[in-house]
C-alpha cells in the first residue's frame, strides 16, 4: 500500500443492487448512496478496510450515479459511451473504478468498456447483486465492498467483472445463473483473480501495462480517447449490429433476409449464434440471405451458442457454408463480447474488410484460441 489512502471513483448506473419495491425497481441515486453510507464499514467518504493481519486501511471514495439509475435491460451502446466518459474524465485522480450495474447485461457492459477504454491503465470494476443492498441476505454488500478493495488495492489495467468469488476478465464474463450468487463464469478463460478470505491475483492471466503510445496516464492519450467517444456516441444511432441465435427450421421462413434486409436503422454487423462449432443449415436461400448481406457490407460473425469452447469452421461442411456466404469466425469469443467488439469497430467508422480482420484478431483479451500472428488496432498516431 502507498502511502496515501487510494482513493477510487464508483458509478451507480442502477440493476438490483440498488433496487426496491416490488416489483422491484432501481432506487434513486441518492438514495442508494445513502443506503451505501448505512452498510458496515461505510463512513462516507471513507470505506476501512482490514488487512490479513487486522490493521485496517482506508479507501477514500467519491459516488456518483446516472441521473435516471436503470434496470440493465435497458442499456444501450449510448450507455456504455456514457460510463466510458466518465472513467475517462476521472482516470487522472482515480487509482480504480467501480461501476455498479445490473448484472442482466453486465457482459455486455464490461465488454463494450473493455473495447472502448483503450490504453487503459487502472482496474475499472464492474459489479452488482442478485439480491439487493436493502435485504439482509444481499450479496452486494460483498460484491461492492469486493469490488472497491481490488479498485483500491490493485494495479490491474483492466475492465473487470467481480461476481461472489471471482474477478473475470470483463470481455471473457457471462452471466450464467439468474438465482445463484456465483450468477457469472469465464467459460474460456481463467479469472483474473480469485476472491477468498485473500484476494489472489493471477498475474501471468493480467494484461500488461498499455504502451506509452496509448496509456491514459498520459493526458494527450486521454484527450486523444475523449475525442474519439465523442465522434463514436454520433455514429451509434447509424447503424444496427444484431444477434441472431440460430434454431432448427429457421431455414423454413424468410426470417433472416427480412431481419437483415428491413431493419433500421441499417445492419452493418450481425454475430450469429450458431450451432456447435459454428454450423448452420446450407438450405441455398438461407445462405443467400447471408450473402446477399455480406455483400451489401454487412459483417457477418460466425459465434455459437454453445457456452463454451471455439468455433471452427473447418470441422464441418455444414460451416464451410457461412464461410462461403462471407461470415467469418467469432472463434471462443462470447456472444456478448463479439456484439460489443462489432459495435465498437463499426462506431470506428472502419472498412467491413477491415472490420472483418480485426474481428479474428486479440483486442483486448476476449479471443484466446488465436487465429494467427496478432496485428491489431491501436490509435497511437491517429
Ligand atoms: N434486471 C436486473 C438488471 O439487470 C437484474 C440484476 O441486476 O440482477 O438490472
Redo the contacts with the bound molecule.
Sequence with gaps: MSERDPQIYVLYT????G?AGHP?A?MSADAFEALVATMPGFTPPWLTLQTLDNQDFRVRYTFDAFDDP?????MTPLHWVRIARRVLAHHGEYDGFVVV??????GWTSSALAFLLEGLAKPVVVT???IPLAQTRTDGLRNLVTAMHVAATTTIPEVGLLFDQALYRGCRAAKVS?NAFD?FASPNGHPLARAGITIEVDQGRVRPAPPSSVTLDDPANRARLARRLVEIEAALPTFSVLSLALFPGIQQSNAVEVVLGATEPPVRGVVLQAFGEGNAPSTPSFLDALRQAHERGVVIVDGTQVMQGSVNVDAYQSASGLESAGAISGYDMTPEAAQAKLVYLLALGLAPSEIRRLMQQDLRGELEAQPGPTQGLTFASG
Excluded: K, N, R, V
Design positions: 442502477g440493476g438490483t443492487i433496487m422491484l432501481p436503470i434496470d440493465s435491460s435497458a450495474h445490473g448484472t442482466d447485461t453486465m452488482g447483486s442478485q439468474t450468477g
